[in-house]
Each structure stands twice: as structure tokens, then as C-alpha cells.
């Protein structure tokens, strides 16, 4: 998958999110170490959530 860094991530502190998406399928990873596994949401509950994202 391609990843991409959020407008909102710098490479310094801690707030550093990426997203990549795949058929259906959005997924999220913290940046700072990609060991973790990845958050997978389906197309329809990202879209529902980047309003609630964008009012932050």
C-alpha cells in the first residue's frame, strides 16, 4: 500500500498518522513506528468520519 503522512504530522512530537487506502478500505498507522498494525476502516465509516475530523 502507499502511504501517505497527514498534512497535520510534522517529523517531530508525537502526533504522526498516516492513511493508505486498498479496495473498500481506508487504513490508519502511527508513523513513528509501523510494527503496530494498522487501523482498517471501510470506505463508508472514513467518509463518515472525516467531518467529525475536520471540525477538530
Known amino acids: 500500500m502507499a ?5 497535520h504530522s510534522s517529523n517531530e512530537g508525537a502526533a504522526c498518522v498516516e492513511v493508505a487506502t486498498a ?16 487501523l482498517g476502516f471501510t470506505a463508508t ?3 463518515g468520519f472525516i467531518p467529525y475530523a475536520s471540525e477538530r
Open 23 to 38: 479496495a473498500g478500505a481506508v487504513f490508519v498507522r502511527d508513523s513513528k513506528d509501523i510494527r503496530h498494525p494498522a
Open 3 to 7: 502511504w501517505s503522512k497527514s498534512s
Open 45 to 47: 465509516a472514513w467518509a
